[in-house]
Every structure is written in C-alpha cells, then in structure tokens.
C-alpha cells in the first residue's frame, strides 16, 4: 500500500514537471514568434559584424520624396516613437535630422506578431525597415518628411536599447518656454516650464550627451559649427595662410598668466597651453611663414561657472605679417566674418531654421564693412546712456553687453569691433600706441554685446618685449626661449585668437555655451 502511494505520488510530481516544461516550451515558442525568430519579414537582425557584404541599398530619410511614391525602400535608423493602434502599428523613425512615419497594418503577409513586435520595440532602438514609400492623404506634422509615409513589409532590429532612456527624446526635442539669460552665474538649476509641460535640464542632457546629441537641434548646431571651420580654413588659405600645428604642452605659462592647468613633465614644470600666442608669433613673424592659423584645444583654470566660459574650448587663431598698420589685420578679419555669416546663411539654411525650432532666434545682422569704433567712443556710448565707465577702465560682462545693445540701436548691427584699448587690460605683448602710451594697438570683436575675438599688433622687438614683461612682472627666463626668436630680424605682426563655441552660441543667439560644445568642460564637469 506504502508503494503504491509513493508511486502516485511520484507520477503526480513527474506529471507537474512534465506540465511545467510544456508550459515553458510553449511560452519560448509564443516570445520566439513574437521576436519574428524564424521569420523573414521581422524581428532581431544578426549581429552586425562585418561577416559579409550584400546588394541592399539603403536609402537616406532626408531623400525620401513623394517621387518615390510606389517604390519599395530600405531605410535605417532611431525608432524614436513607436505605438500600438488597433491592428496597426506606428513608428517615427530619425536619422540625423530627418524624420519620417512608418506604419504597419496587419495583413495575410503580417502577422499580429509582427505589428507587436513594432510596436512593443524600445525607444532609440536601431532598426532596418523595407517598404513601399505613400503619400498620406494629410501631411505629417511630427515627421520632418511629411509629405511621405512607409508602409512597412520588413522590419528588423540592428541594435535595440537594453538600458531605461534617462529622458523621452521628444521632450528633449521640445521649444523652449522662454528666454534663457544668457549672462551671470550659471548653477545647473533648473527651473520648472511655464506651460507646465516636461523639459530636459541642461545637466541631465550633459550627464547623458550622446543621447541629448541626437536631437535635430543638436545635429544642427554642430553641423553648423563643422562648417564655421571650414569656412575659416577655406577663407584664409584662399589668402596665402599656412594651417600650424603647435604644442599644447609648454613649460612656465603660456601668457605669463597664472590661469593654467599645471602638470609635472618629466620632473619639469609644464602646463597646459592658454592659447597657441607665442608659437604662432614665432611662425608668423620669426620664421618665414608671414601668415599661418590654427585650430585646437585652448585651456584656461579659470573657476568661472558663468554662461559664457569653459575651461577646454576650441580656439582658431590667426597672425600674419603687416607692412605698416594693424589695420591691415583688421581688415583680414573682417572680410574673414562676413565670409562665415554669408556662408552659414546660405549653406546651412536647413540647419539654422531646425535650430530655431527649439532655441528660437533673430538672425543676427551685420554691416559692409563691418562697423569699426574705437574703444574710447565705447566708454562713451555708454555714458551718454548713463553708464559709468572709464576710457582706462576694462569694460565689465555687464558693460559688454549693454553697449551691444546701444550699437545695435545706434548703428543697426549685431557685430562690430572697437581697437585702441588701455594698454594696462592687454597682454604684455602688445604693441603701445604711438600716439596715447595708456593706449595699445589692439581690439576686440563683439557678437550680441558679447566678446568673441581679442587680437593686437605684437611688439616684434626685444628690448620693448622684455620691458612689457618687467611691467608685467614676468621672469624673463620664463619667456626666453620666446624673445629670443626676435633676436635675428621679425616681421612686424599681428593676430588675434576666436573662441568657436562662442561665435557659434551668439550667431544663433543661444543662452549657454554648453550648447555650443560637443562635451564641455567647466570647473565641475569632466566627464562624460
């Protein structure tokens, strides 16, 4: 009797095994269904690991037109939304800039499986999508293609997101509620949104930058900023200049400053280059070159946690040779900026209009050739406007910014130049006034009210160098390698250094320089 009872019981337990397993068996079978395992038309594609190469042709978003209504196309990229309406499935899909609906009904030829597995696929998923391009009866407002829609036939995934999104994509792609300031303290905090809808902080985009770089405004304003580099290069070589590529690890300081990130070289002490000032000098004025740029990291230990500044940023810096005025450098940046404006206006007019979308903007405006006033009929402006300020005194950010503002109601543009500063606010290399010795044969460049180029005529004389220097109270031995590259016959020269990240954030009228920088670096980011 014993035996028998245990027998049952062991048939009984060997019956719930069996069960369990069929039940495991058939749910592996529903999710393999579900994943298009076995099935050509959907599902997770093979890993892409160049073990071959095929006839597809993929076709971009930003060419799909309604020409090619009736065509079947492959096209790759973001599943950005995706969403389940009745027997239907929905997806906004995004490469670069462009946009476009898939949708996917089901049929004989797709399964429910399939409008699922769309579906129910992650945000930001990589996918590869086959169908026949439509024109829909009413255009798509939340696609940039709106015109065309896919009606899908294959549908696979290349690469699908395994970890939580930080922030939905489409509210980091949402327009601003409100002008930011674009001045004073910046502390990382956020305020809530007017309309009560859900923004992506800054800090949050930069904690998670390669995300928060996918956005049609972000693309936008480093397609914008590749091609201020090009139209830089293209611009000066075009006149004669020679592109340079100079050190960034130097001994001592690299302006006779104290702001530089010190680093032990070899039992040495070196620091990290402020800007490329006195190589470019020695290139352009002491070697033969006569007119050389450069573009590269500048680095500045600086502790300002302001809108405008960072501690890494990209400088293009210029110097070239003169015959007997800086003007003639003057000139050279002149043309040089009204060649970018021009150009961005009419080669990245896409782009320019996408980031308006978001960070809305007036375009900025400037004069030709550009407006030209010295610094002591700055000083003035401002006090006819009621501003106290010095002829000698350095202007203050505020200062700065309110005399844009009187120059763009005074003489209607957006960028000008003033020259002719105090000699005691400029570095010690640069050429004194023959005409006022408090004075220098320097300038600055503004857009917005806002600094972004400050230039000079160098002094490209020895015993003048040395004698700024004592001024300055800086070690001759610490700059000696850089004054004895005058000692054998220097051109007289000039130059100045542009902040890119800058230039790009005041042509497009942005709030933050963090927007304008591919991964910032400040007093408390460095990372990612």
């Not at 007017?194 to 405004?217: F, H, I, K, S, Y």
């Not at 190589?279 to 007119?291: I, P, V």
Request: contains cysteine; glycine residues 8%; aromatic residues 8%.
């Amino acid at each position: 009797k014993k035996e028998a009872k245990a027998k049952a019981k062991a048939e009984k337990e060997a019956k719930k095994i069996r069960q369990r397993a069929e039940r495991e068996q058939r749910e592996k079978e529903k999710a393999a269904r579900l994943a298009g395992v076995g099935q050509d038309n959907f599902g997770d594609a093979p890993l892409v690991c160049s073990k071959e190469v095929t006839d597809k042709v993929w076709t971009g978003i930003a060419d799909l037109k309604p020409v090619l209504a009736g065509q079947t196309v492959l096209v790759r990229g973001h599943v950005q939304t995706s969403r389940l309406v009745g027997k239907g499935a929905f997806i906004l899909l995004r490469s670069s800039l462009f946009s476009v609906q898939g949708v996917c009904f089901e049929s004989k030829e797709i399964s429910n499986a399939m409008v699922k597995y769309i579906a129910g696929l992650p945000s930001e998923s990589v996918v590869d999508v086959t169908g026949v391009v439509s024109v829909p009866d009413q255009p798509i407002d939340s696609a940039t293609q709106k015109m065309v829609e896919i009606s899908i036939t294959k549908f696979h995934c290349i690469s699908k997101t395994c970890a939580p999104m930080p922030f939905l994509m489409e509210d980091a792609c949402r327009p601003d509620c409100g002008k930011e300031t674009d001045v004073g303290a910046y502390t990382g905090e956020e305020k809530e949104s007017e309309d009560g809808l859900v923004r992506v902080g800054q800090e949050v985009r930069l904690d998670n930058r390669w995300l928060d770089l996918r956005t049609p405004a972000n693309q936008s304003i480093f397609r914008i900023e590749s091609m201020v580099g090009h139209l830089f290069r293209q611009n000066l070589m075009d006149k004669g200049f020679v592109e340079i590529h100079t050190p960034k690890l130097i001994g001592g300081a690299s302006e006779g400053g104290s702001e530089v990130f010190q680093l032990d070289y070899f039992g040495q002490p070196a620091c990290l280059a402020m800007s490329p000032q006195l190589h470019k000098q020695m290139t352009a004025g002491c070697s033969g070159f006569e007119r050389v740029f450069e573009t590269g990291p500048v680095f500045r230990a600086e502790k300002s946690n302001t809108r405008r500044h960072l501690c890494e940023f990209t400088g293009f810096d210029l110097e070239m040779a003169i015959h007997e005025h800086y003007d003639e450098v003057l000139d050279v940046f002149s043309d040089l900026f009204i060649s970018i404006f021009d150009g961005l206006n009419e080669r990245c007019k896409t782009e320019i209009e996408r980031v308006r979308e978001q960070h809305p903007f007036e375009d900025i405006k400037y004069l030709r050739p550009t407006l030209k006033i010295t610094y002591a009929e700055g000083c003035k402006l401002l006090r006819e406007s009621g501003v106290d300020q010095d002829d000698y005194e350095d202007l203050s950010t505020e200062n700065e910014k309110k005399l844009g503002n009187i120059v763009k109601e005074k003489f209607g543009t957006d960028f000008f130049f003033m020259d002719k500063y105090p000699l005691s606010v400029r570095p010690f290399y640069t050429m004194p006034c023959p005409e006022n010795p408090k004075l220098s044969n320097s300038f600055d460049f503004f857009i917005r009210g806002q600094e972004i180029l400050s230039g000079a005529q160098r002094i490209h004389v020895p015993d003048l160098i040395e004698e700024r220097a004592k001024t300055w109270d800086i070690p001759l031995e610490d700059i000696k390698s850089y004054v004895d590259s005058f000692r054998h016959g220097a051109l007289p020269h000039g130059g100045g250094g542009i902040g890119l990240e800058r230039v790009v954030m005041l042509f497009l009228g942005l709030p933050n320089i963090r927007k304008s920088a591919w991964f910032p670096r400040d007093p408390k980011r460095i990372a990612p």
